[in-house]
């Protein structure tokens, strides 16, 4: 399961975090978004990953489909000229995504268990 939440916190982070100009921060989906059609593609595919882990560690169908509707959402936005590809810096997906499985994680824990 460590392993799970470190890729998706790395790839949430590398998608979406991982540059920083004058305090703006920004990471390679708005970037790779610019290749018409085939860069939010990527992006979406790459998003997916996170669901894919949610899934794994038995998220509630209802969260999958909350993480589900940020990638959809930032793919059709994303794909439309000009605007989506400002929208790609500002509207974090993976990001929010994996907010959404940490915090099922953290609800799963039970009193007294060691967490490391």
Do not use: C, Q
């Not at 995504?97 to 799963?108: A, G, S, V, Y």
């Amino acid at each position: 399961m460590d392993s799970h939440i470190k890729n998706a916190r790395l790839l949430s982070n590398l998608l979406d975090n991982k540059f920083s100009i004058l305090g703006f921060k920004f990471g390679i989906d708005p970037l790779v978004g610019l290749i018409p059609f085939f860069g939010d593609v990527i992006g979406f595919v790459l998003s997916s990953y996170i669901i894919w882990i949610g899934h794994n560690l038995n998220l509630p169908a209802k969260e999958i489909g909350k993480m589900w509707r940020n990638v959809i959402f930032d793919l059709v936005l994303g794909s439309v000229p000009f605007i989506g590809d400002i929208s790609d810096f500002f509207y974090k997906a993976s990001r929010k995504n994996l907010l959404i499985l940490e915090k099922h994680l953290k609800t799963r824990i039970i009193e007294g268990e060691i967490v490391g």
